[in-house]
């Protein structure tokens, strides 16, 4: 993780302006010569916020029979060196402990997560191709480093953006869980952003 590019978009990632974070970290990509990293220019995820909506729809209503669910927590999977498969898997909590980035310890009580409820987990898919780049990448310095993490910052905001784009989704078709509060960010990383029902 560039902890300087994140700095730049983090901002606007916390204000859900998703479209122009990618817009800041596209212009960026797009100043170094072409490596295989560019290829997530324009690769937009949100198509898929119906079927995501729809499956965090079916994690509610299997975990609301066990516990009264408050909120929910989404991670993206550790996907820069879990190149095999990116996927989010989603946590239902009987709390919302709120948005405090120095103190998220209620995240650590899991009750119940989808993987497990519904044995399948979210898979990302069309990003096949940097996912072998991202497989394949040795380097640490140069213009092939900043291509792979500005292209790691548009993955994340990528993935924010449909989470976001579910929960609007989840409210536009009447699911019983649009009106609860969400909280996304990639594994092992201390940003967290939160989508409260609209």
């Given at each position: 993780?560039?902890?300087?590019?994140?700095?730049?978009?983090?901002?606007?990632?916390?204000?859900?302006?998703?479209?122009?974070?990618?817009?800041?970290?596209?212009?960026?990509?797009?100043?170094?010569?072409?490596?295989?990293?560019?290829?997530?220019?324009?690769?937009?995820?949100?198509?898929?916020?119906?079927?995501?909506?729809?499956?965090?729809?079916?994690?509610?209503?299997?975990?609301?029979?066990?516990?009264?669910?408050?909120?929910?927590?989404?991670?993206?999977?550790?996907?820069?060196?879990?190149?095999?498969?990116?996927?989010?898997?989603?946590?239902?909590?009987?709390?919302?402990?709120?948005?405090?980035?120095?103190?998220?310890?209620?995240?650590?009580?899991?009750?119940?997560?989808?993987?497990?409820?519904?044995?399948?987990?979210?898979?990302?898919?069309?990003?096949?191709?940097?996912?072998?780049?991202?497989?394949?990448?040795?380097?640490?310095?140069?213009?092939?480093?900043?291509?792979?993490?500005?292209?790691?910052?548009?993955?994340?905001?990528?993935?924010?953006?449909?989470?976001?784009?579910?929960?609007?989704?989840?409210?536009?078709?009447?699911?019983?869980?649009?009106?609860?509060?969400?909280y996304f960010t990639e594994?092992?990383?201390?940003?967290?952003?939160?989508?409260?029902?609209?």
């Amino acid at each position: 993780m560039n902890f300087e590019f994140a700095e730049k978009l983090n901002p606007l990632l916390a204000q859900l302006e998703f479209a122009k974070a990618i817009d800041l970290a596209e212009v960026e990509l797009r100043k170094l010569p072409a490596t295989e990293f560019q290829e997530v220019l324009g690769k937009s995820l949100v198509s898929h916020a119906d079927s995501l909506a729809n499956w965090i729809e079916e994690f509610f209503q299997k975990s609301s029979v066990k516990i009264n669910v408050k909120s929910f927590y989404v991670e993206l999977n550790e996907f820069d060196i879990n190149t095999e498969q990116w996927y989010l898997d989603c946590f239902a909590f009987s709390e919302d402990g709120g948005l405090d980035l120095d103190d998220m310890e209620w995240l650590c009580d899991l009750e119940t997560n989808a993987k497990d409820v519904l044995g399948t987990i979210f898979l990302i898919e069309g990003y096949e191709k940097l996912q072998s780049a991202f497989e394949a990448i040795e380097t640490d310095e140069g213009n092939l480093q900043n291509a792979k993490d500005w292209c790691e910052q548009i993955i994340i905001a990528r993935f924010m953006e449909l989470v976001r784009e579910a929960h609007l989704s989840a409210k536009k078709l009447n699911l019983d869980w649009a009106s609860i509060p969400i909280y996304f960010t990639e594994h092992a990383y201390d940003f967290i952003v939160k989508s409260e029902p609209s």
